[in-house]
């Protein structure tokens, strides 16, 4: 059974504009949260992260914001540029263990 | 500094066929992890070595799959005897120490089995 969900397979946003990308997970052992970038024909690239005793990270232009109680987590990307199109993949992992627990990826296209 | 590595890019065998897959993860990172990605699900965990000891294999799907990481270097992942549902992308990601959260990976090895 899939811990970790998300549930957009594909979104499109003009560039410039906020893109928001979601993700859910049923494990409530879960307390560390991950985003990854994957281009074609590469591999997956870290993102940016968030433990859950915060409910907000900021990188430059990204922000991943969590929210336990509804189990949900989701990165907001402003403003979107070309360069950002990939698919971005939701991960999470747990102090017991190493392993991460990926969603099945949301695909961004950012429209010039 | 180099990051992982993997080889082949592509392989394409015949049901029945064994396939090795290599890994080279960064230069001192003691944490290695395969994983998997079926054409359009999630990216699936494998396994977990720290140096040359396996630390968690709960996701390796059957005993036709044998990883192994010798000497605690490059890992290498056997397929034998490959199945249709073997298909896929195989990822390595390499991890300097367990609290390090950050796992590197490397480019994957397209796996098609016909």
């Known amino acids: 059974d899939q811990q970790v969900k998300q549930n957009s397979p594909s979104l499109s946003v003009q560039e410039g504009r906020i893109s928001i990308l979601n993700c859910d997970y049923t494990?409530?052992?879960?307390?560390?949260f991950l985003w990854y970038k994957k281009y074609p024909a590469e591999g997956p690239t870290f993102l940016i992260s968030i433990s859950s005793i915060k409910d907000k990270n900021e990188d430059g232009r990204f922000t991943v914001f969590l929210n336990k109680s509804a189990k949900h987590l989701s990165l907001h990307i402003v403003p979107s540029q070309p360069g950002d199109s990939a698919v971005y993949f939701c991960?999470?992992?747990?102090?017991?263990?190493?392993?991460?627990?990926f969603g099945t990826g949301t695909s961004l296209t950012v429209i010039p | 500094e180099a990051g992982v590595t993997q080889f082949p890019s592509h392989s394409v065998i015949e049901k029945g066929q064994t396939v090795t897959l290599r890994c080279d993860p960064i230069?001192?990172?003691?944490?290695l992890y395969w994983y998997r990605r079926v054409m359009g699900k999630e990216i699936k965990f494998l396994l977990h070595f720290v140096k040359e000891s396996k630390q968690d294999e709960s996701g390796m799907p059957n005993n036709r799959f044998l990883a192994e990481r010798t000497g605690g270097t490059y890992s290498t992942l056997k397929v034998q005897p490959a199945e249709l549902e073997d298909s896929g992308v195989y990822f390595c990601?390499?991890?300097?120490?367990?609290?390090?959260?950050?796992?590197?990976f490397g480019p994957g090895t397209r796996l098609t089995v016909l």
């Open positions: 230069s001192g990172h003691d944490n």
């Open positions: 494990n409530s052992m879960f307390d560390y």
């Open positions: 990601a390499s991890s300097q120490d367990l609290n390090s959260h950050e796992q590197f």
């Open positions: 991960a999470a992992s747990s102090l017991t263990g190493n392993q991460f627990y």
